[in-house]
Structure formats: structure tokens, C-alpha cells
């Protein structure tokens, strides 16, 4: 079945270091793809997406391309804030079916 | 704005007993809303959609007969988990989504962490 695969967290980084979240995924069809962020006592918030193959995603510094070679939907950012710290979650949706498909989410902490 | 909340926060209830989680979408109609379940360090898994004034659709695997949903008004989702056991242990979380917006554009309320004993 469908399914995305996230790095395990926490990711620690120290504030204006490079972010990487690797995101990978497995469809049978063309989904489009999404990430979400949950700050501390929230609820999760689209962060980005890109609906198809080469597509950018990009929102508040952060960015994700759409690898259809690779299956993949990294999330980058070129310089954390300690605000940044959150859960984020990859996520598919197939083909405008509604139903969303979450990775287990990684926990990013920025340190000052 | 889009908010969505959640009642309770966190709730312990003994086995056996029934618990009830409210969602409300507090400035915004929802005509969809979804209830999901997530386990420890793993994904949320999506439970059930439902839609105002009809039944909810929930997804395979998942008994309808012990989480019942009731989606009584544009802005009002329950789900009530009946004689729960410690299995049933776990953080629910609500979205809804707006008239007219695609699915993804869900807003999620905070979670429920149910504790059953």
C-alpha cells in the first residue's frame, strides 16, 4: 500500500545551522505530497506541498522538491531559527482522494 | 483564521467506562471533518470522515459499533469511545476542512491523549 517514510528524530541543530528532513514515499499512482509542522500545544499546519513531479514547495524558508526518480519530498531550510523547533510530517494524498498518509513525523530542536 | 480545538486536552478514564472527545471548528463551517489516532513515535493514521447530518465513513479495521462519531452541526464533531480498554490507549486528533478547499487543507486541532486503566 501507499506509505511515506520519514528520518527518525530528534534532529538538534544549533540556530542558523542547515536543515535536512528526508522524506521518502511509496504509491502506486501520481500523489501529491505534503509537509505539515506541529509546534508545541498545536495543531499540525500545511507547511507546504507540491502536487506534481519537479514542483517546489516553498513557505517561510523552507523548501521541498518533488523527486519522482528518487520518490522523495525532502524538506530544507538554509538557516533555522529556534522558533523552528516543531514536529514536522511528511504526508501523500492520493489522486484527490482525501484520505492523508502521514510519516511518523521528526521532531526538530533548535538550540540557541 | 482556521482554528480548530479539541476537548478534553488529556483524559483518563477506567476500562470499561465510554469517553467523549469534542471538535469544534470555532471561526470557520466545516463539512468534512476527520478523526485520527496516533500511536507513539508512528504516523496518524486516519480513523473516519464525516460529514455533517450523515453517517461517518471510517476507514478498514476500524469498529464503527466501539468509536462512534457524530457530526452534529457545521462546527461540532464527537467521537466517543465506548468501554475502553487500555488498548484503545492513544492521541486522537481531529481536522476539518472547508467548503470549496481541497482535502489536504485540513486544520487539525491539538490532540486528545486518552489513558484508559
Known amino acids: 500500500g501507499d506509505s511515506v517514510t520519514q528520518m527518525e528524530g530528534p534532529v538538534t541543530l544549533s540556530e542558523e545551522a542547515f536543515l535536512t528532513i528526508n522524506c521518502t514515499y511509496t504509491?502506486?499512482?501520481?500523489?501529491?505530497l505534503f509537509w505539515y509542522v506541529q509546534y508545541p500545544g498545536e495543531g499540525l499546519q500545511l507547511l507546504l506541498k507540491?502536487?506534481?513531479?519537479?514542483d517546489k514547495g516553498s513557505n517561510k524558508g523552507f523548501e521541498a522538491t518533488y523527486r519522482k526518480e528518487t520518490t522523495s519530498f525532502h524538506l530544507e531550510k538554509g538557516s533555522v531559527q529556534v522558533s523552528d523547533s516543531a514536529v514536522y510530517f511528511c504526508a501523500l494524498e492520493m489522486d484527490s482522494s482525501y484520505k492523508l498518509i502521514f510519516g511518523s513525523g521528526t521532531r526538530l530542536l533548535v538550540r540557541p | 483564521g482556521a482554528v480548530v480545538s479539541q476537548h478534553p486536552s488529556r483524559v483518563i478514564c477506567k476500562s470499561g467506562t465510554s469517553v467523549k472527545i469534542e471538535c469544534r471548528s470555532l471561526?470557520?463551517?466545516?463539512?468534512?471533518m476527520f478523526w485520527y489516532r496516533q500511536f507513539p513515535k508512528q504516523s496518524l493514521m486516519l480513523m473516519a470522515t464525516s460529514n455533517e447530518g450523515s453517517k461517518a465513513t471510517y476507514e478498514q479495521g476500524v469498529e464503527k459499533d466501539k468509536f462512534l462519531i457524530n457530526h452534529a452541526s457545521l462546527t461540532l464533531s464527537t467521537l466517543t469511545v465506548t468501554s475502553a480498554h487500555p488498548e484503545d490507549s492513544s492521541f486522537y486528533i481531529c481536522?476539518?476542512?472547508?467548503?470549496?478547499?481541497?482535502?489536504?487543507?485540513?486544520?487539525f486541532g491539538p490532540g486528545t491523549r486518552l489513558t484508559v486503566t
Open positions: 507540491a502536487t506534481k513531479a519537479d
Open positions: 504509491a502506486t499512482g501520481y500523489p501529491s
Open positions: 481536522s476539518a476542512s472547508k467548503p470549496g478547499q481541497g482535502y489536504y487543507e485540513q486544520y
Open positions: 471561526d470557520f463551517q466545516a463539512t468534512t
